[in-house]
């Protein structure tokens, strides 16, 4: 389906993911691959391009990540950024060498006569991350800009096709960034623009029907934007031969099983609302270690989705939501060693059908839910902030009741409807509240209390593997505060936790 692609090939650099999100912004699809890939992959005709990323190597010694000199052969176009602007030098045989200071962050670059850096204007801020430079040009490629520190921070050979920047136009700094990136894309590898445009929905639907026929499909709906989006794709691609079993494990927030239920129970899909609070309550009892939490939810969930399975008979496939960022996080590429969370939503594929299919496999999250939009699917499911498979269980610090869920679930929903009412959510990522284990002492009216404390938790990240807290107004948080002690009982005290991930994490386990 995909006819044009550029193949952006990973050595590690930290924003890999985010060369292929800027390409596709212009709809062209791209993909990352690890630089172990075959150069049979990169000699396929629908590769138009080549981008080589950043890494955090040198060149010069042995154990670096390396390709084969025969990619230049291929010629196709090649993009070398940061260490593969090196990478592409060495290659040519240009010298790289290791400079004594790094020069990192935003600088002012000098451009020269250049077809990749056509229309950017003469000087133009970049972002800089490095500490080995390109001492000597290859012979037969020209520099075509510098900075301060960097003699050479662009050069390029139009005949050969490669072009190479040490700066890395992918990042925000870098305010003409994305021009440049379409200068390669557009106008070097000649990228008609494609992808996503009107025709991934209708190639999606006739591919899926095309493989389903007149079978059966079953899909775990968890209400999350990526089952959702699957749900109302499929739907839309196979109708009636579509179940969805929405498993409610009564660990969510305040309102959303009636959601789910008040948005996919009129839909054309077979919609099978289960409620398994109980079963998860009493499987929790008394369950304080967060990993054993994690390991009932997930064992729970696969258990109560199998019963349903038993129940509805003959299934021949399993629909997930996977998305792109899930494959390249469980190791499509090298950069990433992100740790593997407990994801209900995530079935073994061995638990009794024919094929599986993830229409969403190619997407990015913001791609999804564009999807999403053209669906029909309302923006508060469309828009909705990452919630945990495990739900209000890892927001709750200690054993599980029914009584701390209720306490969360109303304190969270205060809170999410006071950073909606004074538009604050462009500062927070992800924004909730919690419950510490902790009881203290307080007063209301003449009397003693000695009640919950609940934590607000607001967090500021592009990729949730990093974070840090969001800056919001002290006079809010006194507002929600005050709001939360009056309103929700059990709850005498509400904190907001400042810290950064890392050293902590997003949730409380
Ligand atoms: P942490 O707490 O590790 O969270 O900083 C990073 C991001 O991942 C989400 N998260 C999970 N998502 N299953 C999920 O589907 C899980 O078990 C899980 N644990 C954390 C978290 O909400 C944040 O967005």
Same mark, same amino acid.
């Given at each position: 389906?995909?006819?044009?692609?550029?193949?952006?090939?990973?050595?590690?650099?930290?924003?890999?993911?985010?060369?292929?999100?800027?390409?596709?912004?212009?709809?062209?699809?791209?993909?990352?691959?690890?630089?172990?890939?075959?150069?049979?992959?990169?000699?396929?005709?629908?590769?138009?391009?080549?981008?080589?990323?950043?890494?955090?190597?040198?060149?010069?010694?042995?154990?670096?990540?390396?390709?084969?000199?025969?990619?230049?052969?291929?010629?196709?176009?090649?993009?070398?950024?940061?260490?593969?602007?090196?990478?592409?030098?060495?290659?040519?045989?240009?010298?790289?060498?290791?400079?004594?200071?790094?020069?990192?962050?935003?600088?002012?670059?000098?451009?020269?006569?250049?077809?990749?850096?056509?229309?950017?204007?003469?000087?133009?801020?970049?972002?800089?991350?490095?500490?080995?430079?390109?001492?000597?040009?290859?012979?037969?490629?020209?520099?075509?800009?510098?900075?301060?520190?960097?003699?050479?921070?662009?050069?390029?050979?139009?005949?050969?096709?490669?072009?190479?920047?040490?700066?890395?136009?992918?990042?925000?700094?870098?305010?003409?960034?994305?021009?440049?990136?379409?200068?390669?894309?557009?106008?070097?590898?000649?990228?008609?623009?494609?992808?996503?445009?009107?025709?991934?929905?209708? +190639?999606?639907? #006739? $591919?899926?029907? /095309? *493989?389903?026929?007149?079978?059966?499909? !079953?899909?775990?709906?968890?209400?999350?934007? =990526?089952?959702?989006?699957?749900?109302?794709?499929?739907?839309?691609?196979?109708?009636?031969?579509?179940?969805?079993?929405?498993?409610?494990?009564?660990?969510?927030?305040?309102?959303?099983?009636?959601?789910?239920?008040?948005?996919?129970?009129?839909?054309?899909?077979?919609?099978?609302?289960?409620?398994?609070?109980?079963?998860?309550?009493?499987?929790?009892?008394?369950?304080?270690?967060?990993?054993?939490?994690?390991?009932?939810?997930?064992?729970?969930?696969? +258990?109560?989705? #199998? $019963?349903?399975? /038993? *129940?509805?008979?003959?299934?021949?496939? !399993?629909?997930?939501?996977?998305?792109?960022? =899930?494959?390249?996080?469980?190791?499509?590429?090298?950069?990433?060693?992100?740790?593997?969370?407990?994801?209900?939503?995530?079935?073994?594929?061995?638990?009794?059908?024919?094929?599986?299919?993830?229409?969403?496999?190619?997407?990015?999250?913001?791609?999804?839910?564009?999807?999403?939009?053209?669906?029909?699917?309302?923006?508060?499911?469309?828009?909705?902030?990452?919630?945990?498979?495990?739900?209000?269980?890892?927001?709750?610090?200690?054993?599980?009741?029914?009584?701390?869920?209720?306490?969360?679930? /109303?304190?969270?929903?205060?809170?999410?409807?006071?950073?909606?009412?004074?538009?604050?959510?462009?500062?927070?990522?992800?924004?909730?509240?919690?419950?510490?284990?902790?009881?203290?002492?307080?007063?209301?009216?003449?009397?003693?209390?000695?009640?919950?404390?609940?934590?607000?938790?607001?967090?500021?990240?592009?990729?949730?593997?990093?974070?840090?807290?969001?800056?919001?107004?002290?006079?809010?948080?006194?507002?929600?505060?005050?709001?939360?002690?009056?309103?929700?009982?059990?709850?005498?005290?509400?904190?907001?936790?400042?810290?950064?991930?890392?050293?902590?994490?997003?949730?409380?386990?």
């Amino acid at each position: 389906m995909v006819e044009e692609k550029i193949v952006v090939v990973d050595f590690g650099g930290q924003y890999n993911q985010l060369i292929a999100r800027r390409i596709r912004q212009m709809d062209v699809y791209s993909e990352v691959v690890p630089y172990t890939v075959p150069l049979s992959e990169l000699a396929k005709e629908d590769v138009k391009g080549i981008v080589f990323t950043g890494g955090p190597n040198s060149v010069y010694l042995e154990s670096s990540p390396r390709i084969s000199r025969d990619v230049l052969a291929l010629g196709k176009p090649i993009l070398g950024i940061c260490y593969g602007a090196q990478l592409l030098a060495h290659l040519l045989g240009g010298k790289v060498e290791h400079a004594d200071d790094s020069e990192y962050g935003s600088t002012k670059l000098f451009v020269e006569d250049s077809r990749l850096l056509q229309g950017i204007s003469k000087e133009t801020d970049v972002f800089m991350s490095h500490t080995d430079y390109i001492a000597t040009l290859p012979q037969g490629t020209r520099k075509t800009s510098f900075t301060k520190h960097c003699p050479i921070a662009s050069f390029e050979d139009e005949e050969r096709k490669v072009y190479a920047t040490q700066f890395h136009p992918e990042v925000e700094h870098t305010i003409e960034g994305q021009k440049i990136l379409e200068n390669f894309v557009l106008d070097i590898c000649n990228c008609h623009q494609t992808f996503l445009k009107s025709s991934f929905i209708q +190639d999606q639907v #006739r $591919a899926i029907r /095309e *493989k389903v026929q007149d079978r059966k499909v !079953l899909l775990a709906l968890s209400g999350g934007v =990526d089952s959702s989006v699957t749900a109302a794709l499929l739907s839309k691609a196979i109708g009636k031969n579509l179940t969805c079993v929405f498993v409610n494990h009564g660990l969510l927030r305040k309102g959303e099983a009636e959601q789910v239920s008040s948005v996919f129970g009129p839909m054309d899909l077979n919609f099978v609302p289960v409620d398994a609070s109980a079963l998860f309550l009493e499987r929790l009892k008394g369950v304080t270690d967060p990993e054993e939490k994690r390991k009932i939810i997930g064992r729970t969930f696969i +258990d109560v989705f #199998r $019963a349903e399975k /038993e *129940k509805l008979g003959e299934i021949d496939f !399993l629909a997930q939501g996977t998305i792109y960022p =899930d494959r390249i996080e469980s190791g499509l590429g090298i950069s990433a060693t992100i740790k593997s969370h407990h994801n209900v939503g995530g079935l073994p594929k061995d638990i009794g059908f024919q094929g599986l299919i993830e229409p969403l496999d190619h997407l990015f999250k913001d791609e999804v839910r564009d999807v999403g939009r053209q669906l029909g699917l309302p923006e508060s499911l469309v828009d909705r902030q990452p919630f945990p498979g495990p739900g209000l269980a890892i927001r709750i610090v200690g054993e599980v009741t029914k009584e701390k869920i209720a306490i969360v679930q /109303e304190a969270d929903s205060i809170f999410r409807d006071e950073i909606r009412r004074n538009g604050l959510q462009k500062r927070c990522s992800q924004y909730f509240a919690a419950l510490s284990n902790m009881r203290s002492v307080g007063v209301m009216g003449d009397f003693r209390t000695y009640e919950y404390a609940v934590v607000l938790r607001a967090v500021e990240t592009d990729d949730f593997m990093t974070a840090k807290a969001s800056e919001l107004p002290y006079s809010f948080l006194s507002h929600v505060a005050s709001r939360i002690v009056n309103e929700v009982q059990g709850v005498n005290r509400v904190l907001f936790d400042f810290t950064s991930k890392p050293p902590s994490t997003i949730e409380l386990e």
